[in-house]
Every structure is written in C-alpha cells, then in structure tokens.
C-alpha cells in the first residue's frame, strides 16, 4: 500500500470523530457539569505534555520543580494574563539556571 493511500485512510479515520462532535453538540443540550468537563479538557492536556518536561528538565530535577511552583503562584492573581505568566516563569528559571 502506498504512502498517499494510507494517509488518505488515517485521514478519514481521524475526521470523524473530530468533525462529528461539531455537528452534534449544536443539537443537544448539555448540562453545566459536562460544559465544566468539556471546557477542563485544554488545561488538562496540557498539563499531561508539560508535567513530565518539569520532571525530567534535567539533571536538576528541583529547578523545573522551582518554574512551576512560580508559575503557579503567578496565575493564582487573577488579572495576570496566561502569557505573561508563561514569560514570566521561563525568565526566572533562565536566571536561575543561569546562577546554578
């Protein structure tokens, strides 16, 4: 099977299940714990790709550690938007991996 054929086929697979939820989710109403649920699903994928990047950042395990506490601390005020907290965390672990 070629390569042009196969990736037609994934394609196809992978647009249902992507595409369909928009038709549908016009049509049925959904109560607040599963809009709450369904609005989760961002921050927590992202959370599951960045957590392990934290963990194994590199031989010292306590300065991805340190950047997240910070960016913790930093996204609890609430008029601070994503962005600068994102800036703000990678800044301060560049100069704390700068130091040490």
Request: glycine content about 6%; aromatic content about 12%.
């Given at each position: 099977m070629n390569y042009a054929l196969l990736s037609v086929f994934m394609m196809l697979v992978t647009i249902v299940p992507r595409i369909l939820p928009g038709f549908l989710l016009d049509k049925i109403k959904l109560g607040p714990k599963a809009i709450k649920f369904l609005?989760?699903?961002?921050?927590t994928?992202?959370?599951?790709?960045?957590?392990?990047?934290?963990?194994?950042?590199n031989e010292r395990w306590w300065i991805g550690a340190l950047g997240a506490l910070?960016?913790?601390l930093l996204s609890l005020i609430k008029k601070i938007p994503t962005a600068v907290v994102v800036v703000?965390?990678?800044?301060?672990?560049?100069?704390?991996?700068a130091v040490v």
């Open positions: 609005n989760l699903i961002p921050f994928a992202m959370s599951a790709l960045i957590f392990p990047g934290i963990l194994f950042i910070i960016a913790i703000a965390s990678v800044l301060a672990l560049m100069g704390i991996y």
